[in-house]
C-alpha cells in the first residue's frame, strides 16, 4: 500500500495537469457562460453546459497518466499493478474534488439568483433532481469516465500501436452507429428516449460507473503488457 501512495504522490507532483489547469478551464468556461447570459435580453433562467469543459480536460489528463508518467514509474521500480492502482486512486480523488467544486459552483449560483442573471453553469434542473448527492455521483462519474476513457486509449496505444487504436476507435464507432441505424428502422427512438428520463442523470451516472468499471478491466489487461 505504500508504494502505492507513492505513485499517487508521483502522479500529483505536477499539480498542473490534475488541479490547475482544470481550475482554469472551470473559472473560463463560468466566466465566459455568465457574460453571455448577461446579454441574453431575457429575464427567464438560462442553462448552458459550460460546466462540463474541465470533464473534457480529464480525457487529456488521463492519456498523460499513462503516457508521460508510466515510463517513468518503471524507472522507479514500481509494479505495473501498483501503478495501475494508485493512478485509479488518483482520479477517483480528483474526479470527487471535482464533483465538489461543482456542488459548491451549484450552491453559489443558488445564493447569487444565477450570478445576478439568473444565468446557471452548474445547478441545471435534471442533473440536480435527485438532490446534491445525485449531482455529485452524476459530475464525479463523469470526469471519471473522461480519464478512464483517456487512460484506456493511451494503453492500448502503448500495447499494440496507433493501428490496433484506430481500429477499435472505428469499429467502436460501428457499433454505436449501427445501433442508432436499429433503433431507427424498429422506430424505438421515443421508448429509448422514455427510458432515459426514467433512468434520470443519476440512473445514467450509476450506468456510467458500470461501463468504467469494464473499461478499467480491459485497460488493466492491456496494461499487464504494456511498453514503457
Known amino acids: 500500500m505504500s508504494r502505492t501512495l507513492n505513485v499517487i504522490r508521483l502522479q500529483l507532483i505536477n499539480k498542473q495537469t490534475f488541479i490547475w489547469v482544470p481550475l482554469i478551464v472551470l473559472a473560463s468556461a463560468v466566466l465566459v457562460s455568465v457574460l453571455i447570459y448577461a446579454m441574453i435580453p431575457t429575464s427567464g433562467p438560462k442553462y448552458g453546459g459550460g460546466g462540463q469543459a474541465p470533464l473534457w480536460v480529464f480525457f487529456a489528463v ?40 461543482f456542488l459548491i ?33 452524476v459530475y464525479f462519474a463523469l470526469a471519471l469516465f473522461f480519464f478512464v476513457v483517456g487512460f484506456t486509449g493511451a494503453t492500448v496505444y502503448k500495447r499494440w500501436g496507433p493501428v490496433v487504436l484506430t481500429i477499435a476507435s472505428l469499429a467502436l ?48 489487461l492491456a496494461f499487464r503488457r504494456a511498453t514503457p
Open 173 to 220: 464507432a460501428l457499433v454505436l452507429v449501427g445501433l442508432a441505424f436499429l433503433v431507427t428502422r424498429l422506430e424505438m427512438w421515443e421508448q429509448v428516449w422514455a427510458g432515459i428520463l426514467d433512468l434520470g442523470a443519476l440512473g445514467l451516472a450509476l450506468w456510467g460507473l458500470v461501463v468504467v468499471a469494464l473499461l478499467s478491466v480491459v485497460s488493466f
Open 62 to 101: 488521463g492519456l498523460s497518466a499513462m503516457t508521460m508518467t508510466f515510463p517513468f514509474s518503471q524507472a522507479m521500480s514500481v509494479t505495473r499493478r501498483e501503478f495501475f492502482l494508485g493512478t485509479l486512486i488518483t482520479a477517483v480523488l480528483a474526479s470527487a474534488f471535482m464533483g465538489v467544486l
Open 105 to 137: 459552483g451549484g450552491g453559489i449560483e443558488m445564493l447569487t439568483n444565477g450570478y445576478g442573471v439568473n444565468g446557471y453553469v452548474f445547478h441545471l434542473p435534471w442533473l440536480w433532481e435527485a438532490g446534491p448527492f445525485g449531482a455529485f455521483i
